[in-house]
């Protein structure tokens, strides 16, 4: 994932899987120094009419969060980016346009 417009040094990775039903989505992020120990996120899918949708949350637990995975019904070629964002925000942390 790209940094996103806010100063934080969250960095991402995000891979997101086709499948029958829908889309699958896995990620991990590292928090970086400037995080707030108590911060919650959410995985933010923005389709490609322009409406989002929050497809997960989780708050931090150290340093780092890995093996995360989410799933909606949205195809993915319907998916425009995917952010993630503090919860109750609409700045991006990190992000992929797809």
């Known amino acids: ?13 995000l891979q997101i899987e086709e499948k ?3 889309t699958r989505l896995d990620w991990n992020c590292d928090y970086g120094a400037d995080a707030p120990d108590d911060s919650g996120y959410e995985l933010v899918v923005t ?3 322009n409406t989002t949708l929050t497809v997960a949350t ?3 637990a150290g340093s ?3 093996d995360l995975s ?4 949205i ?7 995917v952010e993630i964002r503090l919860q109750g925000s609409t700045v991006a942390l990190a992000r992929l346009d797809t």
């Open 20 to 22: 029958s039903w829908g």
């Open 70 to 73: 989410a799933s909606t019904a």
């Open 75 to 81: 195809p993915s070629l319907k998916i425009a980016s």
């Open 1 to 13: 994932m790209d940094p996103g417009t806010d100063s934080t040094t969250l960095t991402a990775g």
């Open 47 to 49: 389709q490609t009419d």
């Open 64 to 66: 780092r969060a890995a």
């Open 58 to 60: 989780w708050d931090a």
